[in-house]
Nanobody
Framework: QMRFVESGGGLVKPGGSLRLSCAAS????????LTWVRQAPGEGLEWVAT????????YYADFVKDRFTISRDNRKNSLYLSMNNLEPEDTAVYYC????????RGKGTLVTVSS
């Protein structure tokens, strides 16, 4: 059973940066592509980025606009999301998940972008 524990969220000012981490367990980590999704207050789940099992292939939602970088460390069973130039519209709970639908996601980590 896939398990994910996200961390690294917090309060940041517009234009700031954060790096989210996700610790994974319960499956063979390096066999699976993995995904970050987010959910803004009052909104549905939104796909953010996906990375291939080996880390060499990445995909991003258009709104990322080269601000976010997804990465993984298969030795540590960990997934990351580096976020730069954050905007208030990026305020959301961020989840790592098995797929773009958010399946198997963890409890998430809250990112608040506000001055």
């Amino acid at each position: 059973q896939m398990r994910f524990v996200e961390s690294g969220g917090g309060l940041v000012k517009p234009g700031g940066s954060l790096r989210l981490s996700c610790a994974a367990s319960g499956f063979t980590f390096n066999n699976y592509p993995l995904t970050w999704v987010r959910q803004a207050p009052g909104e549905g789940l939104e796909w953010v980025a996906t990375i291939g099992s080996g880390g060499g292939t990445t995909y991003y939602a258009d709104f990322v606009k080269d601000r976010f970088t997804i990465s993984r460390d298969n030795r540590k069973n960990s997934l990351y999301l580096s976020m730069n130039n954050l905007e208030p519209e990026d305020t959301a709970v961020y989840y790592c998940a098995r797929d773009r639908m958010g399946n198997s996601r963890g409890k998430g980590t809250l990112v608040t972008v506000s001055s």
